[in-house]
């Protein structure tokens, strides 16, 4: 069988990221579906330090909105 590791489902989601946004030029909101969901829980991450620089520079390079104000 396949193991998924918590890179390959963070990757995977990230992909799914620049998919909804390349297909509703927005990001998801926090309540609107998992992928929101998730959004929500990288910045929290970031917030506590707990962010990878790794996976900061992903979000980056996509312009992933920090801030929701």
């Not at 390959?8 to 990001?27: A, H, I, P, T």
Request: aromatic share 16%; glycine share 4%.
């Amino acid at each position: 069988g396949f193991i998924w590791t918590i890179d390959d489902v963070w990757m995977e989601n990230y992909e799914k990221l620049q998919q909804f946004f390349s297909e509703n030029n927005r990001w998801p909101t926090a309540r609107e579906n998992k992928l929101g969901s998730w959004c929500f829980v990288q910045r929290r991450a970031l917030k506590k330090g707990e962010l990878s620089s790794d996976r900061r520079s992903l979000l980056d390079k996509i312009s992933f909105p920090w801030s929701l104000r």
